[in-house]
């Protein structure tokens, strides 16, 4: 990782849209993390697990400081009237094809009010103008059409399934990849 990427996420600048405010995860947050992360139907199509109390919640936000420090994190909170409501930024950058994927976890409380959608645009904007990427892509688990409609609404294109590519939680899920490239951007 270059030093212009590890020095910009170091203190990672914060991003407005018309309803949002995306800024660095604070430890501050865990009681409004906590609030949707324990929520097995929000991580029925992550990865990991739902919190199961405050205090992991806690100990990630400090974890996570860390990393912040680090410049090797590049996620944003996102918050929606004074609250955290979810998480939006990248989850890898690979500087020497200038890629990067793109993920996204809102509360079921905030689904289906166009939030993932104005929050990954604002990443994709900041992707392609301030890093200058030529390709931003996302991956969601095939069952998740809700995450993939916030991909096409954000402009990504369908590219197609990577069957049963990941093992996780006990078993092989297919992955769906949306791409856009900075040629298609605006």
């Not at 990782?1 to 430890?27: A, E, G, W």
């Not at 906590?34 to 919190?51: D, V």
């Amino acid at each position: 990782m270059n030093n212009t990427i590890k020095s910009i996420f170091r203190d990672p600048p914060v991003l407005y849209t018309d309803r949002l405010t995306l800024r660095r995860m604070l430890k501050s947050d865990y009681d409004d993390m906590f609030e949707y992360c324990q929520s097995r139907e929000l991580t029925k199509y992550l990865t990991w697990e739902a919190h199961p109390d405050k205090g992991y919640t806690h100990k990630y936000l400090t974890y996570i400081q860390s990393k912040y420090r680090a410049g090797e994190f590049f996620d944003w909170a996102v918050i929606y009237e004074g609250k955290m409501i979810g998480t939006c930024g990248f989850t890898n950058i690979w500087e020497n094809h200038l890629k990067a994927e793109i993920g996204y976890v809102i509360s079921p409380k905030y689904q289906n009010m166009g939030i993932a959608t104005e929050a990954v645009n604002k990443v994709i904007e900041f992707g392609f103008e301030t890093l200058g990427l030529h390709r931003i892509e996302a991956h969601y688990m095939v069952g998740n059409d809700a995450s993939r409609r916030v991909m096409e609404k954000a402009g990504m294109t369908f590219e197609g399934i990577l069957r049963d590519s990941m093992y996780v939680k006990g078993r092989y899920v297919s992955v769906g990849i949306c791409a856009i490239l900075s040629t298609e951007y605006k």
